[in-house]
């Protein structure tokens, strides 16, 4: 999501330094008017706001924290953004410590997945001050349709988490319901429609319930890091003491999905499990 992201904002306008542990979207930028940068310190130390956008909560610990990353080239009084969707609990350990630094730190998960970042439609939560926020809200503004300033740091991760526990959890609704329907014997399509109209409509059903009637599973969001989501909510869930049930079937689920062969489908390709396990598939 990175690269088609990077690219919005060279169409924008903003010099760009770039980096990347595999060289084809550094490439790819450089040719479209972007500069590359061998390391994250040299990419920081070469820009005003550093946004990384990246796989999961490790490789950001990494990149911001880690030997040659963004914390030893940042300067003083830049703003440091992570646009990936991670722990709350580290977003606020990388904030703490570049705080230190006199480096501002903003968490700013996305929703909207690979179609939202090439057409800048990404809703973007944000957590930090209000003042970082307010020097980098027209970059999030160029990136996206809709940005909420979420609260303080980790505020915006906990917000994504929120995000991916109600699409986790709906996804195996619509699932569920389609299938219940075709072994009903009755036309999955139209009961779709029917659902469409009413109080159980949601883009999830929209969307992701036209891919399942298709079968066409192709990764816009993968399963793989639908689990890595729910992973963090279980963190989340068992830090703060709050039981989610519902979240919990949903990550055994997908723990399911991906430990069968399933992590690169669509997150919506859960309805693949349910169907072995049902002996049927949705038709």
């Known amino acids: 999501m990175g690269r088609p992201m990077a690219h919005n904002l060279l169409r924008a306008g903003y010099p760009l330094v770039v980096q990347?542990?595999?060289?084809?979207?550094?490439?790819?930028?450089?040719?479209?008017?972007?500069?590359?940068?061998?390391?994250?310190?040299?990419?920081?130390?070469?820009?005003?706001?550093?946004?990384?956008?990246?796989?999961?909560?490790?490789?950001?610990?990494?990149?911001a924290l880690g030997p040659g990353g963004v914390a030893e080239g940042i300067r003083r009084g830049a703003t440091y953004?992570?646009?990936?969707?991670i722990s709350p609990l580290a977003a606020r350990r990388i904030a703490e410590r570049l705080a230190a630094q006199?480096?501002?730190?903003?968490?700013?998960?996305?929703?909207?997945g690979e179609i939202g970042a090439r057409e800048a439609t990404l809703v973007i939560m944000v957590g930090g001050?209000?003042?970082?926020?307010?020097?980098?809200?027209?970059?999030?503004?160029?990136?996206?349709?809709?940005?909420?300033?979420?609260?303080e740091a980790g505020a915006g991760q906990v917000a994504k988490a929120c995000n991916q526990l109600v699409v986790g959890v709906t996804i195996d609704a619509?699932?569920?319901?389609?299938?219940?329907?075709?072994?009903?014997?009755?036309?999955?399509?139209?009961?779709?429609?029917?659902?469409?109209?009413?109080?159980?409509?949601?883009?999830?059903?929209?969307l992701h319930g036209q891919r399942m009637l298709e079968h066409r599973f192709a990764p816009g969001a993968r399963a793989s890091m639908q689990l890595k989501d729910l992973n963090i909510i279980a963190e989340m869930a068992e830090a703060y003491g709050?039981?989610?049930?519902?979240?919990?079937?949903?990550?055994?689920?997908?723990?399911?999905l991906v430990d069968t062969g399933?992590?690169?489908?669509?997150?919506?390709?859960?309805?693949?499990?349910?169907?072995r396990q049902a002996g049927r598939e949705l038709t």
Do not use: C, W
Request: hydrophobic share 50%; net charge negative; proline share 6%.
């Open 102 to 112: 006199g480096v501002d730190a903003l968490d700013a998960p996305v929703s909207g």
């Open 20 to 63: 990347n542990r595999s060289p084809g979207p550094v490439a790819d930028l450089v040719a479209a008017g972007a500069e590359a940068a061998g390391s994250p310190a040299e990419a920081a130390a070469r820009a005003d706001v550093v946004i990384t956008m990246l796989v999961n909560t490790e490789v950001v610990e990494q990149v």
């Open 81 to 85: 953004v992570d646009m990936s969707s």
């Open 242 to 256: 709050v039981p989610l049930p519902g979240a919990a079937t949903a990550r055994q689920l997908y723990r399911e």
């Open 174 to 206: 619509v699932a569920e319901a389609l299938l219940l329907a075709s072994a009903a014997g009755v036309d999955p399509a139209k009961v779709r429609e029917a659902l469409l109209g009413g109080f159980a409509n949601s883009r999830v059903l929209d």
């Open 262 to 275: 399933g992590a690169d489908l669509d997150h919506s390709g859960l309805l693949t499990l349910l169907e």
């Open 129 to 151: 001050s209000p003042e970082a926020f307010a020097r980098v809200q027209p970059i999030f503004e160029t990136l996206g349709s809709r940005v909420v300033h979420i609260g």
